[in-house]
């Protein structure tokens, strides 16, 4: 099976940065999605960016549209999030997936998930 391992979690202040990333065991796909979702507490699981990795295309929520940033390396073994101007609201566990939907934001579009990485955001 495929193990997804994220890092690059930790605390910082409003407004700082931090980079995600999410280390696969093996290659993943030739086609489908990679996704960064996340979930704070008492909350549902929301994906926050996604990459097609057929095609690179990218695919953002609206709450993080302009601040944060996905990529794929081309061995499409490692996925990163880029999170730039980070709000108290980013706080959550951060979780990396691939599958082979077609949805970005939908949770069953994903067969592989990691055990996830904190980021805290204090104001």
């Known amino acids: 099976p495929l193990v997804l391992v994220e890092s690059g979690g930790g605390s910082v202040q409003a407004g700082g940065s931090l980079r995600l990333t999410c280390t696969a065991s093996r290659y993943t796909y030739s086609k489908g999605l990679m996704a960064w979702f996340r979930q704070a507490p008492g909350q549902e699981r929301e994906g926050v960016a996604a990459i097609y990795i057929g095609q690179s295309w990218t695919y953002y929520a609206d709450s993080v549209k302009g601040r944060f940033t996905i990529s794929l390396d081309n061995a499409k073994t490692t996925m990163y999030l880029q999170m730039n101007n980070l709000k108290p609201e980013d706080t959550a566990m951060y979780y990396c997936?691939?599958?082979?939907?077609?949805?970005?934001?939908?949770?069953?579009?994903?067969?592989?998930w990691g055990q996830g990485t904190q980021v805290t955001v204090s104001s």
């Open positions: 997936a691939a599958g082979l939907g077609t949805t970005w934001s939908r949770r069953e579009s994903y067969n592989y």
